[in-house]
């Protein structure tokens, strides 16, 4: 690489503990070469990228401050966090990051003492910390700090008020850092309120303060509830100075801020001086996503994950696609919109990922009917229940792994009422390098028990199309279409809207030997090793497509269970409870007896690495199933 960084202090500093022994004046110099090190190393090892850069004053003062391990810090979202991997004793493996065998995408205890609580998905920190918190009083491990760091989109997701709500009544000396970086920074109005901002963070104010308060409370002047009442009177006085204010005070939150989360040496003296203050804190930080890479600045969106890039002029090396297939979310967004300009009743619903998912297509488009809820899938599929209740077809997509935060809703607030709500559950199966925290292992398993829901997957464009169409269809009943991360098979993927008939499969190809089930897009996978195994084996292999987890084609089923002595079934979905459990369930209930085998996502935390890796572990590949089937038909 070009310009190759130099590091004076960056390559001084293993962990933390040498990061305390610098004089405070040095920091900025620390922050200018972890965040140089960080665009060396995504340029060429892609990753989440402008939320680390933005945080990379919070991490270094954090870890100056604190007393890391012993003092706990949990981040949330972890992908926040990559300053924090390096200066806690994985920078020298910081390269193979996200890479098979590496180093974890996101913090996790099973790698590193230092990352205190697993934090892929968002706004779990609050209640993780609280806990921490209760956990060391309980304890008599008055010594501990616990902080937790939410921010990037999170302070939107329902668990993180539970626990504020929750924090404002449990005894506890936490502090919760809220990384706001959705605005810039506002300049003060007026010396009084930068007056009181220094005052209420000084050592000598809360000293003077937690003093008196032990004086009152022994002379019997001062009791729990009034405490909080002049708590509440001084919340107020500062609101009026402010001109401002804010929820975390209205629960009893002692809050500070909002400052610049990027003026480091002003941010370690905050955090000192507010370190040992009783009862929960709140400080506000303003950060900019992609600090100090310009491009990212500017648009931090695309920067989130923007794959390999000229670290010098920001140039991203986007892969050239021209003839390939189009990813199945283009396919989604295109064809929402296209039905959506057909059928007025048509709304679009994401939790926060409409880019990620391109519903962005249909908020171009028809910007009045899609709607970004924020971080709030639980939240986001009641919306659309209610939606749907008085007359609209809320579209809601919603990635795999995160739709298990809105299980209940899906029961209580669509299944049961029969709402017809479209559950467009976009990376499904295996997604690669964010590893278990995101893979959309789950959802056919634990969708399948629920009653009322129609349960698909396409196993092509073609398919999702269709199936996107015959939803929206009158009478159709909470609806739920499965598909993957990634492109398809057809490059010709546009094709006429029809119907599909519910609860039915299809035949694929015809055979004598054994019968393959498979449901999905891994069904082109199969394909291909039915072919290999004809051609080696010399053996006659029937394929069927089931489509349909729910309601089961069971036409087709009798037909298989009559014909067939050995199956074999594929899924790209957690072998336990999923669509070869289905089957199992179907043949014992009617008494066929076929051998069935059974391919599909063990039953395991599968790690991060590239797709192709990890089908390849769990025998999902064409390698795998041809095994299955030697072993089947021998």
Known sequence: MKNEPIYNLLNAINYPEDLRKLNVDQLPEVCDELRQDIIKELCCNPGHFAASLGTVELTVALHYIYNTPYDRIVWDVGHQAYGHKILTGRREVFSTNRKFGGIRPFPSPEESEYDTFTCGHASNSISAALGMAVAAAQKGDSKRHVVAIIG???????????????????????????NDNDMAIDRSVGGMKQYLFNLTTSNRYNQLRFSMSRVLFKLGILNEERRKALIRFGNSLKSMAAQQQNIFEGMNIRYFGPIDGHDVRNLARVLHDIKDLQGPKILHLHTIKGKGFAPAEEH?????????????????????????????????GNTLVELAEANPKIVGVTPAMPSGC????????????????????????????????????PFCNIYSSFLQRAHDNIIHDVAIQNLPVVLCLDRAGLVGEDGPTHHGAFDMACLRPIPNLTISSPMDEHELRRLMYTAQLPDKGPFVIRYPRGRGVLVNWKCPLEEVPVGKGRKLKDGDDLAVI?????????????????????????????????????????????????ILTVEDGIIKGGMGSA???????????PTVKRIGIPNIFVEHGSVAELYHICDMDEEGILTKIKELIN
Do not use: C
Not at 307 to 317: L, M
Not at 532 to 538: H, L, P, R, S
Not at 583 to 593: G, R, V
């Open 518 to 566: 498979t449901i999905g897009p891994i069904g082109n996978t199969a394909a291909r090793a039915i072919a290999q195994a004809e051609a080696k084996f010399g053996k006659s292999i029937a394929h069927f497509d089931l489509r349909f987890l729910k309601p089961l084609d069971e036409e087709l089923l009798h037909e298989i269970g009559r014909k067939f002595k050995r």
């Open 583 to 593: 089957i199992l369930e179907f043949m014992a209930d009617n008494e066929y007896k």
């Open 152 to 178: 990037d989109g999170s302070m939107s997701g329902g668990l993180a008020f539970e626990g504020l709500n929750n924090a404002s009544v449990t005894p506890n000396n936490l502090l919760i850092i809220l």
């Open 300 to 332: 931090a969106t695309e920067w989130h994950a923007p794959g390999k890039f000229d670290p010098v002029t920001g140039k991203r090396f986007i892969a050239n696609t021209e003839g390939m297939p189009p990813l199945f979310q283009d396919v989604f």
């Open 358 to 393: 391109s519903m962005n297509i249909l908020m171009e488009k028809m910007p009045k009917r899609a709607f970004d809820v924020g971080i709030a899938e639980g939240h986001a599929v009641t919306f659309s229940g209610g939606m749907a209740k008085d007359g609209l077809l």
